[in-house]
């Protein structure tokens, strides 16, 4: 996704100067997702999600417009010391009364060190979301 790389680019370089926007567009986009279902109804779940993403980084509305299912994104600090950009996604999908699937997707740029963090943003996501649907 071209988007997906100008925009984790452009965060890199603001961290780190025009050669780091510039080395960030040649490093591969590392991808991580999980789905899960979750007891509550999928406009909880998104609502969860605005609160959780926007506590956790910049609310991306740009990025969910060609999703096809109800989804919220932004880009959250994640990686060591929460200095690589990542793009969360959160889509969720009602599947019962009272009951959605959720699918959370993280990407980010990785060198050669991996940072997983694309990994860790998700995983900080999901935990919350869990937590504070119960």
């Known amino acids: 996704m071209s988007q997906t790389n100008d925009i984790l680019a452009r965060e890199l370089r603001h961290l780190g100067g ?7 567009r040649l490093l591969p986009n ?9 007891e509550a109804s999928d ?3 998104l609502d969860l999600a605005e609160q ?5 980084g910049t609310l991306r509305p740009d990025l969910t417009k060609d999703i096809g299912t109800a989804s919220v994104a932004a880009i959250v600090g994640s990686g060591a010391g929460n200095l690589n950009p990542t793009i969360v996604v959160v889509e969720a999908r009602s599947i019962g009364a009272n009951r959605c699937r959720v ?3 993280g ?3 990785e060198g050669l060190i991996k940072q997983l963090s694309a990994e860790k ?3 900080r996501i999901v935990e919350q979301l869990i937590a504070r649907s119960a």
């Open 121 to 123: 943003a998700v995983k």
């Open 30 to 38: 590392n991808e991580y997702e999980v789905n899960t279902d979750i």
């Open 103 to 105: 699918r959370i997707v």
């Open 52 to 56: 959780v993403l926007a506590m956790e």
């Open 18 to 24: 025009a050669g780091a926007g510039w080395v960030a």
């Open 43 to 45: 406009r909880t779940i």
């Open 107 to 109: 990407i980010a740029k």
